[in-house]
């Protein structure tokens, strides 16, 4: 099986993002014999060149492929129709599938406010909506900057196929 450097890295990263916030905060992780606080901390300070952004790990639901062909081709229409409303609102900035076909289907990087706010988003989606596709959604920090690509200026919205 080959290996995708980026999505390896994307992984790494938002498995080890509570970690490094919580680094951050000086907090440590809860034990079952130190219970977690009632009150939810304050935001850690980020470093001045760091950012938060949402990343969305998209996996296999269990109504997926469910449906006849009509419905499937109407379930990714809407979909499609859902990553370009979003884009469009300069909330989604990154959204592709991955292309083993496996259980890992695609992924999506939120710009938004906060958690609550990209869940929200992710679940207008109608593939999550109708169990076709589970989001996890999880807090990413990432150097400011780092999301961009100069060998593709042009948004995916102005591209002819």
């Known amino acids: 099986m080959k290996r995708h450097p980026i999505?390896?890295?994307?992984?790494?990263?938002v498995l080890a993002a509570p970690a490094l916030l919580r680094a951050q905060a000086g907090t440590a992780a809860p034990t079952p014999?130190?219970?977690?606080?009632?009150?939810?901390?304050?935001?850690?300070?980020?470093?001045?060149n760091m950012t938060v952004y949402y990343f969305c790990l998209l996996t296999r639901g269990p109504n997926a492929g469910q449906g006849t062909r009509?419905?499937?081709?109407?379930g990714q229409a809407a979909h499609m129709a859902t990553i370009q409303r979003?884009?469009?609102?300069?909330?989604?900035?990154v959204a592709g599938p991955f292309m083993?076909?496996?259980?890992?289907?695609?992924?999506?990087?939120?710009?938004?406010?906060?958690l609550e706010e990209a869940k929200a988003l992710v679940a207008t989606d109608p593939l999550v909506q109708?169990?076709?596709?589970?989001?996890?959604?999880?807090?990413w920090l990432t150097m400011k900057g780092?999301?961009?690509?100069?060998?593709?200026?042009t948004p995916p919205s102005a591209q002819t196929p």
């Open 7 to 13: 999505v390896l890295l994307c992984v790494l990263l």
């Open 33 to 48: 014999s130190s219970p977690a606080p009632s009150a939810q901390p304050a935001a850690p300070q980020l470093p001045p």
């Open 70 to 74: 009509e419905e499937l081709a109407a």
């Open 86 to 93: 979003l884009a469009d609102a300069g909330k989604l900035l």
């Open 100 to 114: 083993d076909r496996g259980d890992w289907r695609g992924i999506f990087i939120l710009k938004c406010d906060s």
């Open 130 to 139: 109708q169990g076709r596709l589970i989001a996890d959604v999880r807090p």
């Open 146 to 153: 780092n999301i961009r690509d100069p060998e593709f200026p």
